[in-house]
């Protein structure tokens, strides 16, 4: 069975502070991609940052990368210099072969300022 | 505009009427889905479809069908609406080329 696992519920970090939201997951695949998707008040769904299992470099846009570690399937999302904009809720989600996801429960993080 | 489109955004209805949520897309892609999504509990998948042709129960499909009715159009119905399948619904599609899901604006439905 495939699961991902979002221990965080809720985070809070002050504004221009770095914060690292936390996500495991658990498959018994080889080749799959991984996600981090933002979900602000509007509820539409944004892609942050996306990582190939394959890829042994971390990816980064912008503000946000991620700490991908294969072997022990984890898969954070650190935000730099966090904004108020960044308020929402951070689903991580991964994909397996044939397009299937499995997301988090979610971390909804607020941005105080 | 927007690539994907879900409509109503909104919408009240009472128990055991029959509901029809509508997912339209300017994307091109072949692939589209049905998620739910409840508070503590993420996105759950319903159905998912890879062609017109091609149609695949998800995780959660007691209680819901689906219509795919074009390469671009993809419908979600609850033949008898009950509370528990109050939620907020979202539409994705995606490419067999690409890994990337990307999601409609979403449809809050409250079933009274």
């Known amino acids: 069975a495939q699961t991902v696992t979002q221990s965080q519920p809720e985070m809070s970090v002050q504004e221009a502070e770095t914060v690292t939201l936390s996500c495991t997951y658990d498959?018994?695949?080889?080749?799959?991609?991984l996600f981090w998707y933002k979900q602000p008040p509007s509820r539409q769904m944004i892609l942050v940052i996306r990582?190939?299992?394959?890829?042994?470099q971390n990816a980064t846009e912008n503000r946000f990368s991620v700490n991908f570690q294969k072997a022990a399937k984890s898969f954070s999302l650190k935000i730099s210099d966090s904004q108020l904009g960044d308020t929402a809720m951070y689903f991580c989600?991964?994909?397996?072969?044939?397009?299937?996801?499995?997301f988090g429960t979610g971390t909804s993080l607020t941005v105080i300022p | 505009d927007a690539d994907v489109t879900q409509t109503p955004r909104n919408r009240i209805t009472k128990t055991g009427k029959r509901i029809m949520l509508e997912c339209s897309q300017t994307?091109?892609?072949?692939?589209m889905y049905w998620y739910r999504q409840d508070p503590g509990l993420g996105l759950r998948l319903i159905y998912y479809?890879?062609?017109?042709?091609?149609?695949n129960k998800g995780e959660i499909s007691d209680g819901y069908s689906v219509s795919r009715q074009a390469q671009a159009k993809f419908s979600l119905s609850l033949e008898s609406a009950i509370p528990n399948q109050t939620a907020l619904y979202f539409c994705?599609?995606?490419?067999?080329?690409?890994?990337?899901?990307?999601f409609g604006p979403g449809t809050r439905l409250t079933v009274l």
């Open positions: 994705a599609t995606s490419a067999h080329y690409t890994d990337t899901q990307y």
């Open positions: 498959t018994s695949e080889n080749n799959y991609y």
């Open positions: 990582q190939e299992a394959y890829k042994q």
């Open positions: 989600a991964f994909m397996v072969t044939g397009n299937q996801f499995y």
């Open positions: 994307k091109g892609h072949d692939r």
């Open positions: 479809s890879f062609d017109v042709k091609d149609i």
